[in-house]
Nanobody, 118 residues
């Protein structure tokens, strides 16, 4: 099993910046990929960004050029730096850890609120 603990988030004005972090414990060495999804009120959860254990990032088009994902393998931690935030970035952000074995296993954090005011 993998446990994820998120930190960061909060309230910021449009154009501002926030940072999120997510630390994995349990069996972090078995994780192949970590990242972030988000869910706005009344909407489905959507992909934001992920990074592989090899350090390859992947971003949703809506955040490219504004968000930066990075990882610290030694600490089994993933970070999301969010710049030029927009009101439409307001959502609960969930950390995800993915382990590929016999299939894909997803592990989720508890979620952290990000609110961007206009």
């Amino acid at each position: 099993q993998v446990q994820l603990v998120e930190s960061g988030g909060g309230l910021v004005q449009a154009g501002g910046s926030l940072g999120l972090s997510c630390a994995a414990s349990g069996r972090p060495s078995s994780i192949n990929e970590m990242g972030w999804y988000r869910q706005a009120p009344g909407k489905q959860r959507e992909f934001v960004a992920t990074i592989t254990s090899g350090g390859s990032p992947n971003y949703a088009d809506s955040v490219k050029g504004r968000f930066t994902i990075s990882g610290d393998g030694a600490k089994s931690t993933v970070y999301l730096q969010m710049d030029s935030l927009k009101p439409e970035d307001t959502a609960v952000y969930y950390c995800i850890a993915v382990r590929y074995g016999s299939g894909r296993n997803n592990y989720w954090g508890q979620g952290t609120q990000v609110t961007v005011s206009s």
